[in-house]
């Protein structure tokens, strides 16, 4: 009845557990164990399913001293478990819990760190650099002075740019989960958009060219999608190259597949150079750039798809990226039909 009741408690742990009798060999697993290691796990030394010096360390502890320890435990796939292994009489257990998704947050957030770190310190160390020299050396120079302080306005417009992006970022995390509830006209904010980058696609001679759909209402934010088409549109303008076209088109899916419901498609796209296939899954990480010099050049700040997708997932859509070397990329925006969306 004992075996029987703890056969039964084993196999009600949802998370992968392992039992090692005191010969060093594994005496019982559960399902999600097997799942995890494979069949054929009991039976066998425990340092022949756990390859992991740390681990086999812990576990060699609780078997001869009966003492309790945690240990780091790694798959091929790259899941990282947290395992804790606790002494029983004749053996120990083995826990694992697997903390996959907090390791990959904390990479993030160090990557974020070191990110934003990087991006300061260039135009810090411009503005540093120039407020010495005209401390000094070029304290009486006219035109060194006139030429220092355009530079570093430049630099300092590119760290006003900088930090009003991570705070947008910021808020738009935030509100990710509050859906919006207001009707908007997608038609509307697209010709809000195009005329707003009028200057824009004027000097660098660009046509936008826009196909309108009449009645397209989407439930909104009107300045975030405002935000989205404008980083679209003027992206398109800055990368299409002088003298091109961009095609902004607004048209109804009757059903999209993703979606599964009526919606409305933007699809804006240039005739630049295009993206390598390679860089198209990482367009919308923060600070990921295909070229950087060219990017900081025309003013980017390497977070501007990434606002682009979380607004876009706000609003119960989805971004699309299509590019080809030498004919142009497309950015599509799909975004439920109003009437089709439930209110939460």
């Known amino acids: 009845m004992d075996l029987q009741f703890a056969t039964a408690f ?173 009707s908007v006209d997608l038609g509307a904010v697209l010709a809000r958009v195009v005329s707003d980058l009028r200057p824009v696609s004027d000097a660098a001679q660009v046509e936008v060219r826009v196909s309108p759909v009449a009645g397209a209402m989407v439930l909104g934010d009107a300045d975030q999608l405002v935000q989205v088409l404008t980083n679209l549109v003027e992206n398109a303008i800055k990368y299409g190259g002088n003298g091109k076209v961009v095609r902004a088109d607004l048209r109804t899916e009757a059903r999209d597949p993703v979606l599964r419901c009526a919606a409305f498609r933007i699809d804006v796209s240039d005739q630049g150079d295009g993206i390598d296939a390679v860089h198209l899954p990482r367009l919308t990480e923060r600070f990921y750039r295909v070229d950087t010099h060219r990017s900081r050049e025309k003013g980017g700040t390497g977070l501007g798809l990434a606002i682009v997708k979380h607004i876009v997932s706000r609003h119960r859509g989805r971004l699309l990226i299509t590019s080809e070397r030498g004919v142009g990329s497309t950015f599509s925006v799909v975004l439920p039909a109003a009437e089709t969306v439930k209110i939460d």
């Open 10 to 182: 084993l196999a009600g742990i949802p998370m992968p557990v392992v039992v090692i009798n005191d010969e060093g060999r594994i005496d019982s697993a559960n399902a999600p164990a097997l799942d995890m290691l494979g069949e054929g796990l009991v039976g066998r030394l425990y340092l022949t399913a756990f390859r992991q010096p740390a681990l086999a360390a812990t576990i060699d502890a609780a078997l001869a001293g009966k003492h309790a320890g945690v240990s780091r435990f790694t798959q091929a796939g790259g899941q990282v478990f947290r395992v804790t292994v606790t002494p029983v009489a004749q053996g120990a257990i083995c826990a694992f819990d697997d903390t996959s998704e907090q390791e990959q947050i904390g990479q993030m957030r160090r990557d974020f760190v070191a990110n934003v770190s990087h991006e300061l310190r260039s135009p810090l160390t411009a503005l540093v650099g120039f407020i010495e020299t005209l401390q000094g050396a070029a304290r009486d120079d006219a035109m060194a002075r006139t030429r220092f302080l355009e530079i570093m306005a430049r630099e300092a417009g590119r760290m006003n740019r900088l930090v009003g992006d991570l705070l947008q970022l910021s808020r738009v995390e935030a509100q990710e989960r509050v859906r919006p509830t207001v």
